[in-house]
Structure formats: structure tokens, C-alpha cells
């Protein structure tokens, strides 16, 4: 598709799982001819550099990257509230930011509040990137009317309902928070169909399913599977909830020791390998690895089944062991698991035996490497990148 040159601006959050899956579609757009502009705090200002985007900086209030997990509390209204103070504080900034350099499009992260508030300024079209699931036909009232219930009823919840309301009436936005929040008004969703809940009762005419956008990934580096590696088991819980060093020390007592294994263990910024013990020479320690790598040529991916780590298992057909830890995660482990490409696995239930009796279950099974191959094949046929692109350049005002 040919367009004229557009000023597209894309906003999101310093937090990987929400920045890393848009990256492929904004180098493609700047790859168009288009300029885009990707509001950012500095955290990820270089990241989001690379892309060939031009960085507009602002400040945040949320957790890091690199804070605790810890920080994000544990109810829903310690994970909600922190998006709306962030936002509130955020829009003065991100107002001063583009003032005078108003954009053709707004490109937003589901977690951007502030810019659905600017494109509705601006008067342009919005599309959400939505890096995990989206709202079925039925979704308020199987999953958000029974989460919210209690909460609302209490007067912290209350009075987040009604901060804010306040906050999008001072914007001359009417709709209640909840749409808002969860019923954009296009949506590209960057997951494939497979890891969609109630796939068939999703409005296509709203979201369109172009599954991963994956890149070059080789400047994250590259890893080789040890001479005399039968199988190879990576572990990863991801970029954030990583502090579980009993977890890891269950992982090396599975599949450390074992002949023909080689273990490569992500145990992440918060915890100190001397906290595992003695690692036997066939477990490999890394506080990251280059995932999709390691992921290319391993046989069993132990993962806490974010929609990342879910969509690259998939990807490279490698069975897994879901063992989540927060949010849209145990959501995606029971898919896996349904899919038959997957065990899921607590936390508290994940010993060094079950951990082993769950591998011994997938790999080399020819059934599970049969549907892992038939999800690959689909999620090949879903546009990715290219596609992403498209779509966007078809919503581009005339």
C-alpha cells in the first residue's frame, strides 16, 4: 500500500512486555517514509531509538523495569491506581511535548491513558496496540463485573471510579472509565488468535488479530547449544516477576545432573546466583538471555506464560511448563495448556519432581509436536509486521 508521508505518534510505558511487542510495527512505519514520533520515559528512550523513531521524553510515576515487583502491591486496586495517578501526571507533559507538532495518528500501548485524552484533543483516529488479550462479546460480565465487584463497593474504589471520571471530564471525554479503559475503538491485537480466550466472540470489525511482529532480534546476541546438549530446557520467567530463588533451586535439582540435558537458567536482576546452591557444570546461570535464541533451539521452555514468552513458544514450537505469576499469565497458561502444547504448573506445586514428570509428559510427544506445528503454521498465515502496518496506513485520515 503507497500513503503520503504521515506524522504518526506511538505511547506506551517503561515496561518490556508492553514496549518490545510494538517495536517491529514502528520501524516498519518509519521504513514507509513515515515519521514517527514514540513517546517514552528515558528508560527506554535508546530501545525505542533504534527503531528509527523520533523520542519524545516524559516522566513517569509507575515501578521500573528494574524496581521489585514488590512495588506493584497485591490487590487490583494497588495495580490500577498507579495507571491513573501516572496519567493524570503525565498529560501536562506529554501536552507541552507535542504542542505545535500535533500527529496525523495516535498510536497507543493498552496502558496509555493519556493518549487516547490527546487523540480525542487533536481530533485524530487511535488505534491500540494491545500486546496480550482483548474483550470478547460477554467479557464485562464473565470476567470484569465479577473481578470489580468487591472493590467497587468499597470506598477506595469509589473514589478511583470517581478520579477518574473527573479526569476525563476535564478532557471532554463522557464515556464511563470502564469502555475507556477496555473498548477502544480500533485495535490491532499483537498476539496470535491462538492465545485469544473466546476467539469467536470477538468483534473483528474492531480488532484485527496480526499476531507476533518479530524482527531481527540478532543485536540482543546470540547463543549456541553446548557440544553433547541432547536437550536443551530454558527457563524464564520474564523481565519482571523474577525473585523466586526456591523456584530456580527446584529447576536445577529437575534437570541439573541429568545426562544429555543442558539447563539455561534466567533468573532475572533480583536474585543472587549464590542463592542457588551448587550448579551442576550443565546449568548455565544468566541474569538474561537473548530468548528467542536460546528458544530456537531448545526443547522444553519453562516460562511464566506472559503473552511474550507464550507467542515465541508457540512460535518456535517448543512445548512448555507455564508457571504464572501475575495478571493475563495464568489466563495464558490454562490456553497453553488446552492447546495441548502445555502443563500448567503453580507455583507452589512447581517441585524438581513435578517439573520433571511435566517434561518427560511433552517432549517427544508426537501429538504435542503435532499441534505445536499446525499453531506455527496459523500464526505464519497472520500478517505480523507487514500486515500491522497496512492496517495502520488504512486508518491514516485522507
Known sequence: MTTTRAHIAMFSIAAHG??????EVIRELVARGHRVTYAIPPAFAEKVAGTGAEVKLWNSTLPGPDDDPAAW????????????????QALPQLIEAYEGDEPDLVLHDITSYPARVLAHRWGVPAISLSPNLVAWDGYEEEVAEPMWEEPKKTERGQAYYARFQAWLGENGITQHPDPFVGRPARSLVLIPRALQPNADRVDESVYSFVGACQGDRSAEGDWQRPAGAQKVVLVSLGSAFTKLPGFYRECVKAFGDLPG??????????????????????????????????????????????????????????????VPQAVDQFGNADLLQGLGVARHLPTEEATAQALREAALALVDDPEVARRLKGIQAEMAQEGGTKRAADLIEAELPA
Open 73 to 88: 502491591g497485591t490487590t487490583l486496586l494497588d495495580n490500577v491506581e498507579p495507571f491513573l495517578a501516572d496519567a493524570i
Open 261 to 322: 540435558r543442558h539447563l539455561v537458567l534466567q533468573i532475572g536482576k533480583h536474585v543472587d546466583p549464590a542463592e542457588l546452591g551448587d550448579v551442576p557444570a550443565n546449568v548455565e546461570v544468566r541474569s538474561w538471555v537473548p530468548q528467542l535464541a536460546v528458544l530456537k533451539q531448545a526443547d522444553l521452555f519453562v516460562t511464566h506464560a506472559g503473552a511474550g514468552g507464550s507467542q515465541e513458544g508457540l512460535a518456535t514450537a517448543t512445548p512448555m511448563i507455564a
Open 18 to 23: 508492553h514496549v518490545n511487542p510494538s517495536l
